[in-house]
Protein backbone atom coordinates (compact mmCIF):
# COMPACT_ATOMS: atom_id res chain seq x y z
CA UNK A 1 0.00 0.00 0.00
CA UNK A 2 1.22 3.61 -0.66
CA UNK A 3 1.81 6.12 1.92
CA UNK A 4 2.89 9.02 2.50
CA UNK A 5 3.95 10.79 6.15
CA UNK A 6 4.95 13.97 6.03
CA UNK A 7 6.00 15.73 9.30
CA UNK A 8 8.17 18.68 10.45
CA UNK A 9 5.77 21.79 10.36
CA UNK A 10 5.68 24.31 13.37
CA UNK A 11 5.26 27.52 13.97
CA UNK A 12 8.69 29.78 13.12
CA UNK A 13 9.47 32.83 13.37
CA UNK A 14 9.76 35.22 9.49
CA UNK A 15 13.47 34.58 8.44
CA UNK A 16 13.73 31.58 10.09
CA UNK A 17 14.26 28.09 8.44
CA UNK A 18 12.43 24.81 8.49
CA UNK A 19 12.71 21.41 6.98
CA UNK A 20 9.72 19.07 6.17
CA UNK A 21 9.80 15.22 5.58
CA UNK A 22 7.79 12.75 3.36
CA UNK A 23 8.45 9.21 4.47
CA UNK A 24 7.57 7.19 1.85
CA UNK A 25 6.04 3.67 1.58
CA UNK A 26 5.40 1.10 -0.69
CA UNK A 27 6.65 2.45 -3.65
CA UNK A 28 10.42 3.91 -3.98
CA UNK A 29 11.05 7.70 -4.13
CA UNK A 30 13.49 7.86 -6.05
CA UNK A 31 11.95 5.99 -9.19
CA UNK A 32 9.36 8.39 -9.49
CA UNK A 33 8.74 12.12 -9.38
CA UNK A 34 7.59 13.64 -6.55
CA UNK A 35 6.23 17.10 -5.80
CA UNK A 36 5.45 19.23 -2.68
CA UNK A 37 1.85 21.28 -3.29
CA UNK A 38 0.96 23.96 -0.33
CA UNK A 39 -2.36 25.64 0.77
CA UNK A 40 -2.56 28.76 2.94
CA UNK A 41 -5.15 28.66 4.86
CA UNK A 42 -8.59 29.39 2.53
CA UNK A 43 -6.60 29.38 -0.93
CA UNK A 44 -6.65 27.16 -3.22
CA UNK A 45 -3.37 24.33 -4.22
CA UNK A 46 -0.23 25.91 -4.75
CA UNK A 47 2.11 23.86 -6.78
CA UNK A 48 5.60 24.75 -4.83
CA UNK A 49 8.67 22.04 -6.09
CA UNK A 50 9.16 18.80 -7.88
CA UNK A 51 11.96 16.73 -7.96
CA UNK A 52 12.62 14.52 -11.00
CA UNK A 53 13.66 10.28 -10.96
CA UNK A 54 17.04 11.78 -12.58
CA UNK A 55 17.52 14.41 -9.98
CA UNK A 56 16.60 17.19 -12.09
CA UNK A 57 15.06 19.94 -9.34
CA UNK A 58 12.10 22.62 -10.08
CA UNK A 59 10.76 25.31 -8.13
CA UNK A 60 7.73 27.71 -8.29
CA UNK A 61 9.09 31.57 -8.34
CA UNK A 62 7.20 32.22 -5.11
CA UNK A 63 9.90 30.09 -3.54
CA UNK A 64 12.85 30.05 -6.15
CA UNK A 65 16.44 30.41 -4.24
CA UNK A 66 14.50 29.99 -0.26
CA UNK A 67 13.25 26.45 -0.97
CA UNK A 68 15.25 23.26 -1.32
CA UNK A 69 13.29 19.94 -2.50
CA UNK A 70 15.79 16.66 -1.83
CA UNK A 71 15.43 13.20 -1.37
CA UNK A 72 17.54 10.00 1.05
CA UNK A 73 17.09 6.92 -1.03
CA UNK A 74 18.32 5.05 2.02
CA UNK A 75 15.18 6.26 3.93
CA UNK A 76 13.04 6.57 0.99
CA UNK A 77 12.25 9.83 1.98
CA UNK A 78 11.08 13.24 0.82
CA UNK A 79 12.70 16.90 2.04
CA UNK A 80 11.83 20.44 1.66
CA UNK A 81 14.43 22.68 3.29
CA UNK A 82 12.74 25.90 3.49
CA UNK A 83 14.49 29.17 4.22
CA UNK A 84 14.43 32.32 4.56
CA UNK A 85 10.75 32.08 5.53
CA UNK A 86 7.80 34.83 4.83
CA UNK A 87 4.68 35.45 6.23
CA UNK A 88 2.50 34.20 3.08
CA UNK A 89 4.71 30.54 3.21
CA UNK A 90 2.06 29.72 6.00
CA UNK A 91 0.40 26.67 4.89
CA UNK A 92 -0.49 23.19 4.74
CA UNK A 93 2.50 21.53 2.71
CA UNK A 94 1.82 18.37 0.61
CA UNK A 95 4.30 15.63 -0.60
CA UNK A 96 2.71 14.47 -3.91
CA UNK A 97 3.75 11.25 -6.08
CA UNK A 98 3.62 12.48 -9.50
CA UNK A 99 2.50 9.89 -12.17
CA UNK A 100 4.41 10.70 -15.34
CA UNK A 101 4.66 9.30 -19.34
CA UNK A 102 1.57 9.94 -21.13
CA UNK A 103 0.10 12.11 -18.62
CA UNK A 104 1.56 13.99 -15.30
CA UNK A 105 -0.70 13.65 -12.78
CA UNK A 106 -0.25 13.26 -8.68
CA UNK A 107 -1.70 9.82 -7.90
CA UNK A 108 -1.02 9.98 -4.00
CA UNK A 109 -0.67 12.82 -1.34
CA UNK A 110 0.17 12.93 2.33
CA UNK A 111 -1.66 14.23 5.07
CA UNK A 112 -0.27 17.16 5.07
CA UNK A 113 1.83 19.09 7.41
CA UNK A 114 1.32 22.88 8.22
CA UNK A 115 3.78 25.24 8.27
CA UNK A 116 2.59 28.71 10.41
CA UNK A 117 5.26 31.80 10.18
CA UNK A 118 4.41 34.56 12.58
CA UNK A 119 6.07 36.58 15.12
CA UNK B 1 3.47 31.19 -16.97
CA UNK B 2 0.61 29.11 -17.62
CA UNK B 3 -2.30 29.67 -16.01
CA UNK B 4 -5.43 27.50 -15.79
CA UNK B 5 -9.24 29.26 -14.99
CA UNK B 6 -12.38 27.95 -12.82
CA UNK B 7 -15.53 29.70 -11.64
CA UNK B 8 -15.43 29.95 -7.76
CA UNK B 9 -18.18 28.07 -7.41
CA UNK B 10 -20.77 25.88 -9.35
CA UNK B 11 -24.11 24.60 -7.62
CA UNK B 12 -25.85 21.72 -8.15
CA UNK B 13 -29.20 19.72 -6.70
CA UNK B 14 -28.82 16.48 -5.81
CA UNK B 15 -29.74 13.77 -8.51
CA UNK B 16 -28.82 16.40 -11.43
CA UNK B 17 -25.78 17.21 -13.45
CA UNK B 18 -22.69 19.06 -12.08
CA UNK B 19 -20.44 20.14 -14.95
CA UNK B 20 -16.95 22.31 -13.56
CA UNK B 21 -14.95 23.70 -16.29
CA UNK B 22 -11.12 24.51 -16.41
CA UNK B 23 -9.76 27.13 -19.23
CA UNK B 24 -6.16 27.78 -20.37
CA UNK B 25 -4.26 28.56 -23.73
CA UNK B 26 -4.60 25.34 -25.39
CA UNK B 27 -5.33 23.11 -22.84
CA UNK B 28 -6.62 20.66 -25.05
CA UNK B 29 -3.26 19.74 -26.26
CA UNK B 30 -2.01 18.84 -22.80
CA UNK B 31 -2.87 16.19 -20.55
CA UNK B 32 -5.93 17.70 -17.82
CA UNK B 33 -6.91 16.06 -14.29
CA UNK B 34 -8.88 16.70 -11.25
CA UNK B 35 -8.76 16.31 -7.66
CA UNK B 36 -11.50 16.78 -5.08
CA UNK B 37 -11.00 18.25 -1.67
CA UNK B 38 -13.27 17.82 1.22
CA UNK B 39 -12.47 20.33 4.28
CA UNK B 40 -9.59 19.00 6.08
CA UNK B 41 -8.44 16.33 4.12
CA UNK B 42 -5.90 16.04 1.01
CA UNK B 43 -6.70 16.10 -2.45
CA UNK B 44 -7.76 12.72 -4.18
CA UNK B 45 -7.27 12.60 -7.97
CA UNK B 46 -10.38 11.86 -9.73
CA UNK B 47 -9.92 11.99 -13.27
CA UNK B 48 -6.63 12.10 -14.90
CA UNK B 49 -5.72 11.86 -19.01
CA UNK B 50 -8.51 14.05 -19.17
CA UNK B 51 -11.50 11.44 -18.71
CA UNK B 52 -9.65 8.36 -16.90
CA UNK B 53 -10.68 7.39 -13.71
CA UNK B 54 -8.83 6.36 -10.64
CA UNK B 55 -9.79 2.87 -8.95
CA UNK B 56 -12.52 3.39 -6.59
CA UNK B 57 -13.74 6.42 -8.22
CA UNK B 58 -17.60 6.12 -8.89
CA UNK B 59 -18.68 6.20 -12.23
CA UNK B 60 -20.78 9.05 -12.16
CA UNK B 61 -17.29 11.00 -12.23
CA UNK B 62 -16.08 11.81 -16.07
CA UNK B 63 -13.97 14.61 -17.90
CA UNK B 64 -13.38 15.44 -21.19
CA UNK B 65 -10.74 18.20 -22.88
CA UNK B 66 -10.71 19.90 -26.22
CA UNK B 67 -9.79 23.52 -27.43
CA UNK B 68 -9.27 25.61 -24.40
CA UNK B 69 -11.41 24.24 -21.93
CA UNK B 70 -11.11 21.22 -19.28
CA UNK B 71 -14.62 19.85 -17.47
CA UNK B 72 -15.22 17.83 -14.99
CA UNK B 73 -18.89 16.07 -15.11
CA UNK B 74 -20.78 14.56 -12.01
CA UNK B 75 -24.11 12.57 -12.70
CA UNK B 76 -26.34 12.09 -10.77
CA UNK B 77 -24.32 14.51 -8.06
CA UNK B 78 -24.83 13.63 -4.62
CA UNK B 79 -24.90 15.52 -1.41
CA UNK B 80 -21.45 13.50 -0.56
CA UNK B 81 -19.63 15.47 -3.84
CA UNK B 82 -20.00 18.40 -2.03
CA UNK B 83 -16.34 19.61 -2.09
CA UNK B 84 -13.75 21.91 -3.83
CA UNK B 85 -12.74 20.98 -7.36
CA UNK B 86 -9.30 21.59 -8.64
CA UNK B 87 -7.94 20.77 -12.38
CA UNK B 88 -4.07 20.71 -12.74
CA UNK B 89 -2.15 20.89 -15.95
CA UNK B 90 1.58 19.73 -16.69
CA UNK B 91 3.71 22.37 -17.98
CA UNK B 92 7.17 21.69 -19.75
CA UNK B 93 8.52 21.36 -16.25
CA UNK B 94 5.88 22.00 -13.79
CA UNK B 95 2.47 21.39 -12.46
CA UNK B 96 -0.21 23.89 -12.61
CA UNK B 97 -3.32 24.23 -10.18
CA UNK B 98 -6.83 25.91 -11.28
CA UNK B 99 -7.64 28.06 -8.45
CA UNK B 100 -10.71 25.62 -7.62
CA UNK B 101 -13.91 25.40 -7.46
CA UNK B 102 -16.59 24.99 -4.66
CA UNK B 103 -19.33 22.56 -5.28
CA UNK B 104 -22.41 23.14 -3.53
CA UNK B 105 -25.16 20.40 -3.49
CA UNK B 106 -28.73 22.13 -2.41
Known amino acids: EVQLVESGGGLIQPGGSLRLSCAASGFTVSSNYMSWVRQAPGKGLEWVSV???????YYADSVKGRFTISRDNSKNTLYLQMNSLRAEDTAVYYC?????????????WGQGTLVTVSS | SYELTQPPSVSVSPGQTASITCSGDKLGDKYACWYQQKPGQSPVLVIYQDSKRPSGIPERFSGSNSGNTATLTISGTQAMDEADYYCQAWDSTYVVFGGGTKLTVL
Open chain 1, 96 to 108: ARVITGTTYHLDY
Open chain 1, 51 to 57: IYSGGST
